[in-house]
């Protein structure tokens, strides 16, 4: 059992919906984001989704193309990144998916890349351009090397193509809860009720819903419409991207221990509908 998979059964063991923040490398810089994986480790983040800098991130939303572009104007190279993986995660209880574009990886060769990659303790990948009709290499390789590779469902997906997708996908299966790409959105689609009631008739795989969570009562509603994990990704890097280093540190420990809160308490627990500091504009 992989590392993710491995995670996910104890959730839900205990019944437990995961939280998975995503943070952008490099941005403000590396030391940071060294310092940004431990803290959100230790504020109750189930998995971290570390996102490498790239020059043309197509699924990206203004805020983190904004942080993955200032990571690139600070030299943050791949060969960085992963350096600073294999000294951070033996330390670290949360498994790291590695959100990255299929071109880096095919420039540096399949095989090598995922060498890399599992030496520098990563468990898991998301490859956003990366079609389900050309994912079998890298499926199969990385599977070889104890490596997740997870699959993105779009709302416009085919019944046929979900069924597919679902069937292929390592780890768990990403349910994107918007057409478009990542960024902060006022509430989330309904429909996103219905995909997942969808994918839950045709696998007992976990299902993660990404793309426009921002705030406690989005991660909620979605754990209560039975996703057994909320990904948060542009509301984490905005926060670490204001002030200095150590105050964007303590605003995301604040709000990871806030979503975790959220998405396993009663509603008779933290009002997620008043906390003005968990609400982004």
């Given at each position: ?78 060969d960085q990144v992963l350096e600073m993986l294999q000294a951070t995660t033996p330390s670290l209880r949360s498994p790291i998916i590695l959100f990255t574009y299929y071109n880096p990886i095919l420039h540096r060769g399949i095989e090598k890349f995922l060498q890399q990659v599992a030496t520098a303790g990563v468990a898991g990948l998301v490859v ?154």
């Amino acid at each position: 059992m992989t590392a993710i998979s491995d995670r996910f059964q104890t959730l839900r063991q205990n019944r437990e919906c995961a939280l998975i923040p995503f943070i952008t490398a490099g941005d403000p810089d590396l030391a940071t984001t060294a310092a940004a994986l431990a803290t959100l480790d230790r504020s109750g983040a189930d998995i971290i989704e570390l996102g490498v800098p790239y020059s043309d991130p197509l699924a990206d939303g203004p805020v983190i193309q904004a942080a993955a572009t200032r990571a690139l104007q600070r030299g943050t190279t791949l060969d960085q990144v992963l350096e600073m993986l294999q000294a951070t995660t033996p330390s670290l209880r949360s498994p790291i998916i590695l959100f990255t574009y299929y071109n880096p990886i095919l420039h540096r060769g399949i095989e090598k890349f995922l060498q890399q990659v599992a030496t520098a303790g990563v468990a898991g990948l998301v490859v956003p351009d990366l079609p389900l009709e050309e994912a079998g290499g890298l499926l199969q390789s990385a599977q070889n090397l104890g490596i997740d590779l997870t699959l993105l469902v779009a709302p416009t997906s085919s019944a046929e193509r979900i069924k597919a997708i679902a069937h292929s996908s390592q780890g768990f299966i990403y349910l994107v809860s918007v057409t478009g790409v990542t960024g902060m959105r006022s509430q989330i689609e309904t429909r996103v009720s219905d995909l997942l009631n969808q994918i839950r008739e045709i696998t007992e795989k976990p299902i993660g819903v990404g793309f426009g969570i921002s705030q406690l009562d989005q991660a909620r509603q979605v754990k209560e419409w039975g996703a057994d994990a909320a990904i948060v990704g542009s509301a984490f890097v905005k926060r670490l991207a204001e002030g200095t280093p150590e105050q964007g540190l303590s605003a995301i420990a604040q709000f990871c221990q806030n979503l975790k809160a959220a998405i396993n308490t009663s509603d008779n627990g933290i009002n997620t509908q008043t906390n003005h500091s968990d609400k982004v504009d």
